[in-house]
């Protein structure tokens, strides 16, 4: 995010918007300052506006929302982990895989185990092209990739060097 944000300089009461999230520092990843400087900025509070009530500088802001952000994106990256470990459906995919034969594989895994995936195959390539980044370009699977389907039906994709 840039430091644009809200013409008005005031701030929304903090508190208010932790307690409303609820925001509980003994299980979260975040400090509480970096949850209070992510809450601001989600409201498009300024950088500088941010940093004028917190008595420090926009940079030191700007380090805070970056390490919150950094957080929340290892925090995701656990819970796929933690997802496609436990999945009960696992499915390799070797790198020179056509895109396009991902959904058979997985909808064939997933019958083999008893769990339904609901996902129609354009949705399904969509979220593995999408989980995968550039691993996949255009039909081509250019790195290995581990697709998981957990018991309740959740896709979890991750590259080789992630993976599973």
């Known amino acids: 995010m840039s430091d644009a944000g809200r013409d008005d300089e005031t701030v929304p009461d903090v508190d208010e918007l932790l307690d409303r999230a609820g925001f509980d520092p003994e299980t979260s990843v975040l400090t509480r300052r970096q949850a209070e400087v992510l809450a601001l900025?989600?409201?498009?509070?300024?950088?500088s506006t941010i940093a004028?009530?917190?008595?420090?500088?926009?940079?030191?802001?700007?380090?805070?929302e970056a390490s919150a952000r950094a957080n929340v994106e290892k925090a995701r990256e656990t819970v796929t982990?933690?997802?496609?470990?436990?999945?009960?459906?696992?499915?390799?995919?070797?790198a020179g895989s056509d895109l396009y034969d991902v959904p058979k594989q997985v909808y064939d895994a997933c019958d083999e185990a008893g769990v339904k995936v609901n996902q129609t195959a354009p949705d399904?390539?969509?979220?593995?092209?999408?989980a995968a980044g550039d691993a996949v370009e255009g039909r081509e699977i250019k790195e290995q990739l581990f697709v998981g389907v957990t018991?309740?039906?959740?896709?979890?994709?991750?590259?080789?060097a992630d993976g599973i």
């Open 41 to 47: 900025r989600e409201r498009d509070v300024r950088q």
């Open 52 to 64: 004028d009530s917190l008595g420090t500088s926009r940079a030191n802001v700007s380090s805070i």
């Open 81 to 94: 982990f933690v997802d496609a470990l436990t999945a009960p459906v696992r499915v390799e995919v070797p």
């Open 124 to 130: 399904l390539m969509k979220i593995v092209s999408d």
């Open 151 to 160: 018991s309740d039906g959740r896709v979890r994709v991750r590259r080789h």
